[in-house]
Antibody
């Protein structure tokens, strides 16, 4: 069974850095991409980008390019989303999700709530 | 970038009603279209991919159709657990944009 387990909720101050994680199990890393999706409280889903952990091939949404970094460590089956300088507008739930590339996101992590407040 | 527009943004319906949600792409995306359900406070769930293929385990009252720029999600007989927000998403090329969502509420 495919499972994605995300790191826990974070409370940060503006300007701080942060790296959250998404660990996958129950599937072949060579078969799936991992994507990140943002959901601001009370708002819709926003596609941030996607990575192929086997070779770290990454594509970003233009809306998030340069604002976040997506990475992966294939040896431990984990993908990451990181910020170098958080803003209050980064307050949101962040989901990771897997895809084979031909079916949308078929498995989702439980979400990581990031709160940025002074 | 291709924009995805859902209509309506919200609707009220009763248990047993037939519900149809529309998603329009600003350019053709063939059948690279997925539908998701998100119940309040829950993780999104894939319902349909390739515009009309039902994800394993999803009830058959859900169906999808369309190709190119116009797509629909139909719930043939609305059940209490179907009150949720529904999103379409294109995945033919990056960015894999979501529609803005359609909230299905109880009448």
């Amino acid at each position: 069974e495919v499972q994605l387990v995300q790191s826990g909720a974070e409370v940060k101050k503006p300007g701080e850095s942060l790296k959250i994680s998404c660990k996958g199990s129950g599937y072949s890393l060579t078969s799936y991409w991992i994507g990140w999706v943002r959901q601001v409280p009370g708002k819709g889903l926003e596609w941030m980008g996607i990575i192929y952990p086997s070779d770290s091939d990454t594509t970003y949404s233009p809306s998030f390019q340069g604002l976040v970094t997506i990475s992966a460590d294939k040896s431990i089956g984990t993908a990451y989303l990181q910020w170098s300088s958080l803003k209050s507008s980064d307050t949101a739930m962040y989901y990771c999700a897997t895809t084979r590339g031909d079916s949308g996101f078929d498995h989702w992590g439980q979400g990581t709530l990031v709160t940025v407040s002074s | 970038d291709i924009q995805m527009t859902q209509s309506p943004s919200s609707l009220s319906a009763s248990v047993g009603d037939r519900v149809t949600i529309t998603c329009r792409a600003s350019q053709g995306i063939s059948n690279y279209l997925a539908w998701y359900q998100q119940r309040p406070g829950k993780v999104p769930k894939l319902l349909i991919y390739a515009a009309s293929t039902l994800q394993s385990g999803v009830p058959s009252r859900f169906s999808g159709s369309g190709s190119g720029t116009d797509f629909t999600l139909t719930i043939s007989s609305l059940q209490p657990e179907d009150f949720a927000t529904y999103y379409c998403q294109k995945y033919n090329s990056a960015p894999w944009t979501f529609g803005q969502g359609t909230k299905v509420e109880i009448k």
